[in-house]
């Protein structure tokens, strides 16, 4: 399995984005289940619903619910090593932290991502 970042799925579906090449040549090499939490959904429709409309957010939303992408709710118990993590380290956002602390969770350590927070996490980041 493999994680998907926001930035990656931003840059996928966003057509004028500076990382639409790079992000569709990696989704066609991508050979694993793609894992996101609930949380990246709602960042990803947040963020293109301002960009682009909500009709073209929620058109997004739905192909990913769709699709065979594993979709993770993050527990209660998560919340507090995520906290940790945003305590930690600088410029970690509180929905970045929640995806490592997941991904630790259940042995993921490969990330789609263009965000190099994640970095700082040990890691592999595929951008």
Known sequence: MIFADTSFLVSLFRENDGYNVR??????????????????????VTFI?????KETACRIGKKII?????????AEDD???????????????????LSAVVMKKIGIKKILSFDSDFDKLNLERVF
């Open 49 to 53: 619903s301002r960009k682009d409309g």
């Open 79 to 97: 919340i507090p090593d995520a906290l940790n993590y945003v305590k930690k380290y600088d410029g970690l956002s509180m929905c970045d932290a």
């Open 23 to 44: 992000a569709v040549k990696l989704s066609k090499g991508i050979d694993q289940r793609v894992v996101i939490t609930s949380e990246i959904l709602v960042e990803l």
């Open 66 to 74: 769709e699709s065979d992408v594993i979709i993770i709710y993050v």
